[in-house]
């Protein structure tokens, strides 16, 4: 049973470039959560998503940052014209139901770095 | 704000129990209390949450005071391997999981 999957494991962009991050939830979670931690700093929630729908942004910033989830595929976080302040590990994590108190599942992480 | 409240960092020598403090005395009826730990730069790793009893499992014990004010994660007989900064995080079930700073463990042998 293969874990939470993200990819890129690394990335590097100039500046100005876009960068994509995908993460693979585990089999049979619908609930996909992505988390930044920027070097020497903790995780910071960003975006909550189910299938389909954004259920809390409020961790994104307004500009440059969107997250999917389709029906099909896996959930996408796409940073647009990247600053070097956006280098840091993305981490994802998902879960079969998020009002059982159950735990989250992480991937390793995508780390970008921005030159 | 933080809902937790952790000791920056803490040493352990190495086969001794780790005992890991934190406070939430605001912590409300229906928020459980949840612990992870990362790894250097790996992603956080569960380890155990627990609602009002004490829980126990393969890693780690939860100790919850009686009046949930505060809880004690003990890893039983450390390793170098669990240096890591663990993470105590209330949370209700219709919140997301919200990480704070974290207690930096360094197990020493």
């Known amino acids: 049973n293969a874990g939470v999957m993200q990819n890129p494991r690394h990335l590097v962009r100039r500046r100005g470039q876009e960068a994509r991050l995908r993460c693979s939830p585990m089999k049979g979670h619908s609930h996909v959560y992505w988390y930044r931690q920027l070097p020497e700093e903790g995780l910071k929630f960003m975006v909550y998503l189910q299938k389909e729908n954004i259920i809390d942004e409020s961790g994104m910033p307004k500009e440059r940052f969107s997250a999917e989830f389709p029906k099909e595929g896996p959930s996408i976080l796409r940073i647009q014209q990247v600053v070097r302040g956006d280098s840091a590990a993305y981490f994802c994590?998902?879960?079969?139901?998020?009002?059982?108190?159950?735990?989250?599942?992480f991937g390793e992480g995508s780390r970008l770095t921005v030159l | 704000d933080a809902k937790t409240t952790q000791p920056t960092s803490m040493d352990c020598a190495e086969g001794r129990a780790a005992n890991l403090p934190c406070n939430h005395s605001?912590?409300?009826?229906?928020?459980?209390v949840y612990w992870y730990r990362q790894i250097h730069s790996q992603g956080p790793q569960y380890i155990i949450h627990g609602l009002k009893n004490n829980e126990t499992n393969e890693m780690a014990s939860l100790i919850i005071t009686e009046d949930r004010k505060s809880s004690t994660l003990i890893l039983p007989h450390a390793t170098l391997r669990d240096t890591a900064v663990y993470y105590c995080?209330?949370?209700?079930?219709?919140?997301?999981?919200?990480f704070g700073a974290g207690t930096r463990l360094t197990v020493k042998p």
């Open positions: 995080i209330v949370r209700a079930l219709d919140d997301d999981m919200r």
């Open positions: 994590a998902s879960s079969p139901d998020p009002f059982a108190p159950g735990e989250l599942f």
């Open positions: 605001t912590i409300s009826g229906n928020e459980y």
